[in-house]
């Protein structure tokens, strides 16, 4: 049969995934199959200024145009039912079946929902999707409380957004202080400081034990210490569950993700899985992981690419993250799982500085605030396997970049 890609998946990665295939000379048919209707998106823009500024069509990452230009067929709207493995056929709900050479999953991840009473109440969202945030920006003008649980990323991005917009905002995280899986705790510090001062009532090591309502929908949210805060928004921020149940129920191996190779093949040789949904071994770590990141979803795409196309070696990227919160910028790059020091460069009172992990003498993951060219640098020294020390650090911007060019000339 003719060469075909099918892609499942309209995010980042799956979109990057077919401009990508098309950049590398892939030449067979590429088809992108999403079950939402709107063309691909930027999603972190969905926290932040899109429930000020709610223009959709500024946010599409590519024009239909491209899609068009580099010959990928959209199939959006469609949903993936079922993955025949040994017939290479792709079924969608509308019954087609879709034959493919190689399948590429970029099904990303889901939000994560608690098992609580009240959870049946109009007026609890998630945020993960443009409709999400379409139906969040048209209630918006009759809230007035809202409530946000959990103090991640998405969290708190919301709840500086909804503090923007002039709503009181409650954010209950269960851990003892927030972004505790992305950040030191010297920047969680930061962060909660400055999050209080902008009027955001944060509220840490605090579980939440039910939503209450009255004629259908919420009116509060209590915790399991006896607290109560009124509540006509909940935003439920949690974390989120990797979409697996299409590459699951075809018998495809998943542990927190679905299991891939260093090159992203899955345990179906001709079935490779990107993104959000992916489980796989990190080169600095060691150990299997599963990153929920644009860079992450889009570097995948890219290495999957080369692969199809007969290149690339083992999947080696640098993580990096970040974040916008308020008058904060916070940047990350490596990952600081291990890590047993840091130094500190900069000052937090001036709402700028940055933290460098270090295991032993090795250079494992920078965080920043407001401070984009150490982030830069970071992801450079990262990417060598250059370990500054604490003089070098103390020296300042030009010295590390002393040291990567020292680098390159070796």
Known sequence: MVERCIIVGGGHGGSQAAVSLRQEGYSGEIVLVSDEKDLPYHRPPLSKSYLKTPDGEGLVLRTEAVYRDNAVELELGVRAERIDVDGKRLIVADGRELAFTDLVLATGARARMPQ????????????????????????????????IVGGGFIGMEMAHSCIGLGKPVTLIEAAPRVLARSVAPVVSAHVEERSRSAGIDLITSAQLAAIHGEGGKVVAVSTADGRRFDADMVVMGIGAVPNVELAAEAGLEVANGVVVDPNLRSSAPHIYAI??????????LGERVRLESVQNATDHARHVARVLTGGGRPYAEVAWFWSDQGDMKIQTAGLAAGADSLIVSGASEDNAFSVYHFRGEKLVAVDS??????????????????????????????????????????
């Open 116 to 147: 609580l009473p009240g959870m049946e109440f109009d007026g609890i969202v998630t945020l993960r999707t443009m409709e999400d945030a379409r139906r969040i920006w048209t209630a918006m003008p009759m809230v007035e409380n809202v409530v």
């Open 275 to 284: 993104g959000d949904c992916v489980s796989f071994d990190h080169h600095q």
């Open 369 to 410: 605030i407001n401070r984009p060219a150490d982030h830069m640098i970071a992801r450079r020294l990262l990417g060598a396997g250059i370990n500054p020390s604490a003089a070098d650090i103390a020296e300042g911007a030009q010295r590390l970049k002393q040291l990567i060019s020292a680098f390159k000339a070796n």
